[in-house]
């Protein structure tokens, strides 16, 4: 176990220096730069030069890579050309919204998804294991942007249950500490639920399959023969091993922890770390493309390490083949 987890981060650091190196490069090889994304009109082309000769955008690409690279190994991000702020204090301030938003989006991916399909195998083939098959694939198809217009639609601007956007509410900063946590729980229920329900409906569409592989195993079969009531079955002998996919579906599901979803995030303007990208993308922010890109690759590889470290405790084989 020691020795995958020194050799997977051994492996990480030149796969993490490669998808440095191709981001600079698209971002470098598109037109224009920060200084010519500059929104004041009538900005005279010198005080532009001077925005470049300040960011050092007018050196060549490779010293500017070099740059990035040497302050990269030095733990120094550099500083956000929008924000005006060091890329560290950015990401820091955009890390927690994304955090908790995809993580509970994560809880109703897992919950939905292993509820779904527990319930659809129950009786495999039957009126509940249709509907829940023809609506998983139905949500699974659904544009994530379209079911979160959707649902601000619906349930914010129609109904007034939930609130459309943003983390707080605008008197958030002088409410006691329960109407707080009440409020940031109202604003956080849209947004994890959409991101969550699709999901899930990949997430039943995995689990089922495999639960309906278990459930023809000679061990399935010797549990049948001693008596053991089905639902036991299920839940006991034949979950474990089908949640084999599931945890990859869980490694893989660890980036967005990161990166998160910016359509969700900007749909909903939640502070998070997909509305930061979206910014800097379109200011042209280089140092805040850079980071969150190797953030998101680094959840990458740190996703793929944790989904083999979960097959080797749900199953005992890859233990002791390890």
């Known amino acids: 176990m020691v020795r995958l987890v020194l050799r997977r981060l051994a492996l990480a650091v030149p796969l993490l220096l490669l998808v440095a190196t191709l981001t600079f490069l698209v971002v470098h090889a598109a037109p224009g730069s920060y200084a010519d994304a500059v929104d004041q009109p009538g900005l005279p082309p010198a005080a532009r030069e001077m925005i470049r000769e300040r960011f050092g955008l007018d050196l060549p690409f490779h010293l500017q890579y070099l740059r990035w690279l040497g302050g990269l190994a030095r733990g120094d991000l550099g500083v956000s050309y929008l924000y005006r702020q060091p890329v560290a204090t950015v990401?820091?301030?955009?890390?927690?919204?994304?955090?908790?938003?995809?993580?509970?989006?994560?809880?109703?991916?897992?919950?939905?998804?292993?509820?779904?399909?527990?319930?659809?195998?129950?009786?495999?083939?039957?009126?509940?294991?249709?509907?829940?098959?023809?609506?998983?694939?139905?949500?699974?198809?659904?544009?994530?942007?379209?079911?979160?217009?959707?649902?601000?639609?619906?349930?914010?601007?129609?109904?007034?249950?939930?609130?459309p956007s943003h983390m707080h509410s605008v008197d958030a900063d002088r409410m006691g500490a329960v109407s707080r946590a009440w409020d940031l729980l109202r604003h956080l229920l849209l947004p994890a639920v959409c991101l969550g329900t699709v999901g899930a409906a990949a997430a039943a569409r995995y689990l089922r399959a495999a639960l309906l592989d278990v459930r023809s195993s000679r061990f399935i079969s010797a549990a049948r023969?001693?008596?053991?009531?089905e639902r036991r079955i299920l839940q006991v002998h034949a979950l474990r091993p089908a949640l084999l996919p599931v945890v990859t579906l869980l490694g893989l599901s660890l980036p967005y922890l990161v990166s998160g979803s910016v359509v969700v995030e900007t749909v909903f303007s939640w502070p998070g770390m997909g509305q930061v990208l979206v910014e800097s993308a379109s200011a042209r922010d280089l140092p805040v493309i850079m980071a969150v890109t190797v953030l998101g690759a680094a959840a990458v590889v740190l996703g793929n390490l944790v989904s083999d470290l979960l097959y080797a405790v749900v199953d005992p084989r890859v233990r002791r083949s390890g």
Do not use: C, K, Q
């Open 91 to 163: 990401v820091t301030r955009a890390l927690p919204p994304t955090l908790l938003l995809n993580a509970s989006s994560l809880l109703i991916v897992l919950g939905l998804g292993l509820a779904l399909a527990v319930a659809a195998v129950r009786r495999p083939h039957g009126w509940v294991d249709r509907v829940i098959t023809v609506l998983s694939l139905g949500v699974y198809g659904l544009p994530t942007f379209w079911l979160a217009g959707l649902a601000v639609l619906l349930l914010s601007h129609l109904l007034g249950w939930l609130p």
């Open 225 to 229: 023969a001693r008596g053991v009531p």
